[in-house]
């Protein structure tokens, strides 16, 4: 029998590092004295897409909302400590991502690399030759150029972040509460509460939809069609005997879409699946053909150190796969404007859930963005069928 329990000013479904970012900030902004109520279905996280990320930030994205989305998280990695205490420990490295190109790639990435020095992001344009001379251990035969961060890129520990924004949310107050959400109640086109599988009901003022891979699922309950499915990538780890040959290494990213990057003694690796063989899906079956077949082939002939690396693990996780645009939905809904996206990120969400947390705040507290203009993803673009092109899609 359901159960009506206390009503809240704010109801956040999903606790991840998205959710978790937007209670936070809610509590960080001097305009709000509600209730914040944060309910994730696996307070574990063992499955969720922030554990098992790559946990990366580059600010080379092509259009000018993404980079400004990464440069503000940039700037919250930087200042964690003075956020959310002196304890905090993300060991951001500041290492750089390094994209290749070969023919016609290079004008897509001077294109790229002209858009991102004109929004700011430290980036330079790297020959052949200059390639070679920055990293000896790079095949660079076949290359027409490199586009290379040289601040404001590198990897951090996704783990300690998700728990800092989570710990200190619960200590400003918000409320974290396990439970499965399986209905939501709507009248007068407006979003009243959420229902539990237990039965309890929840009545909210607003309601921001931050389920990762399951945002499609949430959105389906309000008749709302959100074009986001869960879709696996998995993520394998090597041994390099000569590793230190390779030093400094940032992330980097081959023609072939196959990317590797330093990970302690050992190195991180992956590539998308090809289109073909990237059906919606929820299990986390390493697919171990993708290293065999794709990965490692690409690997050695870029590195030819790798040639001889030793397989030592992998995992699989979800992305929330806009298929659209691949491109994250944020903002109200234009008709249940009590019902807030902050979806859909497609591999972005652990470096962009600083800069969208801020952002679904502010538009929950003043009724607008004031730090990012994050309305180039708003969910009118996938009313009017109308994509966000995003080249350097990764």
Not at 134 to 141: E, I, V
Not at 143 to 168: I, K, M, P, Q, V
Request: net charge negative; with cysteine; charged share 20%.
């Amino acid at each position: 029998m359901a159960k009506r329990s206390a009503g809240y000013d704010v109801v956040i479904v999903g606790g991840a590092i998205i959710g978790s970012a937007v209670a936070y900030f809610l509590t960080t902004d001097e305009g709000f004295q509600g209730r914040v109520l944060v309910i994730e279905k696996d307070p574990s996280y063992q499955y969720c897409s922030t554990t098992r990320s790559l946990a990366s930030i580059r600010q080379q994205f092509s259009t000018p909302v993404n980079i400004h989305l990464s440069q503000f998280g940039v700037e919250f990695l930087r200042t964690a400590k003075d956020r959310l205490g002196a304890d905090v420990e993300i060991s951001f490295r500041e290492a750089g991502y390094l994209l290749l190109a070969s023919g016609q790639g290079k004008a897509i990435l001077e294109r790229n690399a002209r858009v991102q020095t004109q929004e700011g992001a430290d980036v330079c344009l790297l020959g052949p030759a200059e390639l070679q001379a920055r990293f000896p251990w790079l095949a660079t035969s076949d290359l027409a150029a490199g586009c290379l961060g040289l601040s404001g890129e590198g990897w951090f520990d996704a783990h300690s972040l998700l728990y800092a924004l989570r710990n200190t949310a619960v200590a400003r107050g918000v409320e974290f509460l396990t439970g499965e959400v399986v209905a939501l109640h709507i009248a007068r086109q407006r979003l009243e509460a959420v229902q539990l599988a237990d039965g309890r009901i929840f009545s909210c003022g607003e309601l921001v939809n931050a389920t990762g891979p399951a945002a499609g699922e949430i959105a389906r309950m309000a008749d709302i069609e959100l074009p986001v499915e869960s879709r696996k990538r998995c993520v394998f780890v090597f041994d390099c005997r000569q590793a230190d040959v390779l030093q400094p290494c940032p992330l980097v990213v081959d023609v072939s879409g196959v990317y590797f990057r330093p990970e302690g003694q050992y190195f991180v690796c992956g590539v998308s699946p090809p289109a073909d063989q990237d059906p919606p899906t929820e299990d986390f079956r390493v697919e171990y053909q993708l290293f065999d077949e794709i990965v490692w082939p690409a690997l050695a002939h870029r590195v030819p150190l790798f040639e001889a690396i030793k397989h030592v693990s992998a995992w699989s996780g979800h992305y929330a796969y806009n298929t659209l645009d691949q491109n994250a939905i944020v903002g109200r809904h234009p008709v249940l404007k009590n019902f807030l996206f902050a979806n859909g990120f497609s591999g972005h969400g652990v470096q962009q859930a600083p800069a969208v947390g801020r952002g679904i705040a502010e538009l929950i507290v003043h009724g607008a963005y004031q730090t990012v203009d994050i309305s180039p993803l708003g969910f009118e673009r996938v009313v009017a069928g109308r994509p966000l092109r995003e080249l350097n899609v990764i």
